[in-house]
């Protein structure tokens, strides 16, 4: 509503009048810009004429977004659009190009991107911080000696403000792969900023380079808990044998460092002296079974059930009895299985015949590990009412065994056509391994089947299946050619045939490319997220509030200008109450806490999908991004950082953050409910 005004001249109100309006003017057609470049860039469709105009577009909300919808399309047309833009006066539209400069990863970028940061007088900070990123993602020689000169000191003296520029290179210079300077980044090893240890140490373990092994033994006693954390992950029986560490000398340390001060150097140190699986270091895992912090507790029970040995088995039977909350329960009994048949059966009757599905899948699962398929002494998981434990069960059992045997295949045929699409995704793998002519036919009515699954998992399992058979023999590919491919349309799905542009060069032949594609999403629709996010005339920043069955509220601001149709859709399914009763079916202590997932087991979706929209945003500590099935699969399962985790960078969206304390975040373990999430 406007404001009340006195009553004042004709000629006056004319003038404000006309002042009031032009803005309005203004931004009206700045919305219908910003609209048809938001319906191109959702549809993957590339619009040449569109993007080169709106990249000369006066207002430089335009040109950025423009620039943004070059780099997500992903077609290297934009390349070259793109170039002049890094001369574009606003610094913010310099940023954005470079990074979308990045995301197209066109080696015919390199050039252009390092004259500018060579420039002479130096560019802003931020669009050069972005250059390094885009030369790290798109790699080659020149890209990687510009980053090891940075490294080294030995840049232009152009870059006034080297800092930020040399933190980037260290955090993205594993991307570069065998162009990787790891002789540079060791020299950060020992460096007086922490965050610069920390980084080159998290370039190093992505790399896993064996050159750094002695130092990374150092670095356990590095004064920084977030360096010791990263370290603790990396010294992993694997890399351990790659870098020739003594593996006693190995598990040795960690064993000590299962006693540091800070909860995520536990986490991640009983992490990895569970791939150790040696029953020696039991005493020390052992002791952290009664930590203060929950999720520890829940390491230990994974890490001493992967160890094994008399003591793994009396102490995971005393916290599978004796605890009360689902996690950490869940873990002993699973150890249990990998430890001792006698003690597993000992104690997982009361699950296997519990009236909670959760509590009869997990035992399925452990029965499977122990007891492969059919067997007199144990529970039928297979005819459980709750298809949930059906697809544990056939999961779990296809899992143990390399060859399958009659029966496994037998009751994966038999499952194949179950209404569960979960259940016909693990039928689906057994009989993709057995890669039977035979099977042709069944899959291909699966694959039927699933064109009305919420989640897509189902088609890409028949696919595979498929796929497998007409690579095993001529049989096989005459059978697949002319039963499956000849006589099945082109999926309407883009996710289906995005499977296929990957993985199945005749099927690509056949049903085309996947995009672009139909989102269902009217022109006036993106108006509406345009006027509400991009030019924030509506809350571009909304906050939602996660109230937690156990752990308190935690506060969520979400970023409507860096993923608006991410956050168009998360708010709608607020507003549906969608989330309300889930529980976080996905805890990874010290990594992410997951929910979203109707089913509760970690396959549900919401119908529908969200493309992906990458953004300068990076995963630090307590930030929200989409899940994915596979790119540009975002439905409503999401996840919250429990530490920086900068591998996710670039590959899922960020779209929000919790903010506030939010003390109750790292106390969540796998099962807590969420009573609702309101606006």
Same mark, same amino acid.
């Given at each position: 509503?406007?404001?009340?005004?006195?009553?004042?001249?004709?000629?006056? @109100?004319?003038?404000?009048?006309?002042?009031?309006?032009?803005?309005?003017?203004?931004?009206?057609?700045?919305?219908?810009?910003?609209?048809? @470049?938001?319906? #191109?860039?959702?549809?993957?469709?590339?619009?040449?004429?569109?993007?080169?105009?709106?990249?000369?577009?006066?207002?430089?909300?335009?040109?950025?977004? =423009?620039?943004?919808?070059?780099?997500?399309?992903?077609?290297?047309?934009?390349?070259?659009?793109?170039?002049? #833009?890094?001369?574009?006066?606003? /610094?913010?539209?310099?940023?954005?190009?470079?990074?979308?400069?990045?995301?197209?990863?066109?080696?015919?970028? !390199?050039?252009?991107?390092?004259?500018?940061?060579?420039?002479?007088?130096?560019? &802003?900070?931020?669009?050069?911080?972005?250059?390094?990123?885009?030369?790290?993602?798109?790699?080659?020689?020149?890209?990687?000696?510009?980053?090891?000169?940075?490294?080294?000191?030995?840049?232009?003296?152009?870059?006034?403000?080297?800092?930020?520029?040399?933190?980037?290179?260290?955090?993205?210079?594993?991307?570069?792969?065998?162009?990787?300077?790891?002789?540079?980044?060791?020299?950060?090893?020992?460096?007086?900023?922490?965050?610069?240890?920390?980084?080159?140490?998290?370039?190093?373990?992505?790399?896993?380079?064996?050159?750094?092994?002695?130092?990374?033994?150092?670095?356990?006693?590095?004064?920084?808990?977030?360096?010791?954390?990263?370290?603790?992950?990396?010294?992993?029986?694997?890399?351990?044998?790659?870098?020739?560490?003594?593996?006693?000398?190995?598990?040795?340390?960690?064993?000590?460092?299962?006693?540091?001060?800070?909860?995520?150097?536990?986490?991640?140190?009983?992490?990895?002296?569970?791939?150790?699986?040696?029953?020696?270091?039991?005493?020390?895992?052992?002791?952290?079974?009664?930590?203060?912090?929950?999720?520890?507790?829940?390491?230990?029970?994974? +890490?001493?059930?992967?160890?094994?040995?008399?003591?793994?088995?009396?102490?995971?039977?005393?916290?599978? /009895?004796?605890?009360?909350?689902?996690?950490?329960? *869940?873990? %002993?009994?699973?150890?249990?299985?990998?430890?001792?048949?006698?003690?597993?059966? %000992?104690?997982? +009757?009361?699950?296997?015949?519990?009236?909670?599905? *959760?509590?009869?899948?997990?035992?399925?699962?452990?029965?499977?590990?122990?007891?492969?398929?059919?067997?007199?002494?144990?529970?039928?998981?297979?005819?459980?009412?709750?298809?949930?434990?059906?697809?544990?069960?056939?999961?779990?059992?296809?899992?143990?065994?390399?060859?399958?045997?009659?029966?496994?295949?037998?009751? =994966?045929?038999?499952?194949?056509?179950?209404?569960?699409?979960?259940?016909?995704?693990?039928?689906?793998?057994?009989?993709?391994?057995?890669?039977?002519?035979?099977?042709?036919?069944?899959?291909?009515?699966?694959?039927?089947?699933?064109?009305?699954?919420?989640?897509?998992?189902?088609?890409?399992?028949?696919?595979?299946?498929?796929?497998?058979?007409?690579?095993?023999?001529?049989?096989?590919?005459?059978?697949?050619?002319?039963?499956?491919?000849?006589?099945?349309?082109?999926?309407?799905?883009?996710?289906?045939?995005?499977?296929?542009?990957?993985?199945?060069?005749?099927?690509?032949?056949?049903?085309?490319?996947?995009?672009?594609?139909?989102?269902?999403? &009217?022109?006036?629709?993106?108006?509406?997220?345009?006027?509400?996010?991009?030019?924030? @005339?509506?809350?571009?920043?909304?906050?939602?509030?996660?109230?937690?069955?156990?752990?308190?509220?935690?506060?969520?601001?979400?970023?409507?200008?860096? %993923?608006?149709?991410?956050?168009?859709?998360?708010?709608?399914?607020?507003?549906?109450?969608?989330?309300?009763?889930?529980?976080?079916?996905?805890?990874?202590?010290?990594? !992410?806490?997951?929910?979203?997932?109707?089913?509760?087991?970690?396959?549900?979706? +919401?119908?529908?999908?969200?493309?992906?929209?990458?953004?300068?945003?990076?995963?630090?500590?307590?930030? #929200?991004?989409? %899940?994915?099935?596979?790119?540009?699969?975002?439905?409503?399962?999401?996840?919250?950082?429990? &530490?920086?985790?900068?591998?996710?960078?670039?590959?899922?969206?960020?779209?929000?953050?919790?903010?506030?304390?939010?003390?109750?975040?790292?106390?969540?373990?796998?099962?807590?409910?969420?009573?609702?999430?309101?606006?």
């Amino acid at each position: 509503m406007s404001p009340p005004h006195r009553r004042i001249g004709v000629s006056v @109100i004319l003038v404000v009048a006309i002042a009031q309006l032009s803005p309005r003017l203004v931004v009206s057609q700045g919305v219908e810009d910003l609209a048809q @470049i938001l319906a #191109v860039e959702d549809s993957r469709r590339w619009d040449g004429g569109l993007f080169e105009t709106s990249l000369k577009n006066p207002e430089p909300l335009v040109r950025r977004t =423009a620039a943004m919808a070059i780099g997500r399309v992903g077609d290297w047309r934009g390349t070259e659009l793109l170039f002049p #833009v890094l001369l574009d006066p606003d /610094t913010t539209v310099q940023t954005t190009a470079m990074f979308a400069l990045g995301l197209l990863e066109d080696t015919l970028a !390199v050039g252009p991107i390092l004259e500018r940061l060579r420039a002479v007088p130096a560019i &802003s900070q931020d669009p050069a911080v972005e250059g390094v990123a885009a030369l790290a993602k798109i790699g080659g020689p020149e890209a990687a000696a510009f980053i090891a000169s940075l490294l080294d000191g030995a840049s232009r003296a152009a870059l006034e403000n080297r800092d930020p520029l040399v933190a980037q290179a260290l955090i993205d210079a594993w991307r570069l792969r065998e162009e990787a300077p790891v002789g540079a980044l060791m020299n950060y090893l020992d460096h007086d900023k922490e965050d610069w240890r920390w980084r080159a140490v998290v370039s190093l373990s992505r790399l896993q380079a064996p050159e750094a092994g002695q130092l990374f033994l150092r670095a356990l006693a590095d004064k920084s808990p977030t360096v010791r954390a990263a370290v603790a992950a990396r010294l992993t029986k694997r890399y351990a044998a790659r870098s020739g560490l003594d593996a006693e000398t190995c598990m040795d340390l960690l064993a000590n460092t299962v006693n540091d001060p800070d909860g995520r150097v536990r986490i991640n140190a009983l992490r990895a002296l569970a791939t150790f699986r040696d029953p020696e270091t039991g005493p020390a895992i052992a002791v952290a079974l009664d930590d203060p912090l929950l999720n520890v507790r829940v390491q230990a029970a994974q +890490a001493l059930g992967r160890a094994g040995g008399p003591l793994a088995i009396t102490e995971l039977t005393r916290v599978f /009895t004796g605890a009360d909350f689902f996690a950490l329960q *869940r873990e %002993a009994l699973l150890g249990l299985s990998r430890s001792d048949s006698t003690a597993f059966t %000992a104690v997982a +009757a009361t699950w296997g015949q519990s009236g909670d599905w *959760r509590l009869r899948a997990v035992a399925a699962d452990g029965w499977e590990r122990v007891l492969p398929g059919p067997h007199p002494d144990k529970p039928d998981f297979l005819t459980d009412p709750d298809s949930r434990v059906v697809a544990a069960a056939l999961g779990a059992w296809s899992r143990q065994v390399q060859d399958p045997t009659d029966d496994l295949i037998r009751e =994966a045929r038999r499952l194949i056509s179950h209404p569960d699409p979960v259940v016909r995704v693990a039928a689906a793998g057994v009989l993709g391994s057995v890669a039977d002519p035979n099977d042709v036919s069944a899959l291909g009515a699966m694959f039927q089947l699933a064109q009305s699954d919420a989640m897509p998992d189902a088609a890409w399992a028949a696919l595979d299946a498929l796929l497998m058979i007409a690579d095993a023999s001529a049989d096989g590919e005459s059978r697949v050619s002319l039963r499956f491919l000849a006589r099945t349309p082109r999926p309407s799905n883009y996710l289906i045939r995005s499977w296929v542009e990957i993985n199945w060069p005749l099927a690509l032949e056949r049903w085309g490319p996947a995009y672009p594609i139909e989102t269902q999403l &009217s022109l006036q629709d993106y108006r509406a997220v345009a006027e509400r996010f991009l030019v924030n @005339i509506g809350e571009a920043y909304p906050h939602v509030f996660v109230e937690t069955e156990r752990d308190g509220t935690l506060e969520i601001e979400l970023f409507g200008p860096d %993923a608006p149709l991410t956050v168009q859709r998360f708010l709608s399914l607020v507003d549906r109450r969608f989330f309300d009763g889930m529980r976080w079916h996905r805890v990874v202590p010290d990594f !992410v806490v997951q929910t979203g997932d109707p089913r509760g087991d970690g396959w549900g979706v +919401a119908p529908g999908a969200v493309r992906d929209e990458l953004n300068r945003r990076r995963y630090r500590t307590r930030y #929200v991004g989409m %899940a994915l099935s596979g790119p540009d699969s975002g439905s409503s399962q999401w996840f919250i950082t429990l &530490s920086p985790q900068p591998r996710l960078d670039g590959t899922y969206t960020v779209f929000g953050r919790v903010v506030g304390t939010s003390p109750g975040l790292k106390r969540l373990t796998q099962g807590d409910r969420i009573r609702t999430i309101r606006r």
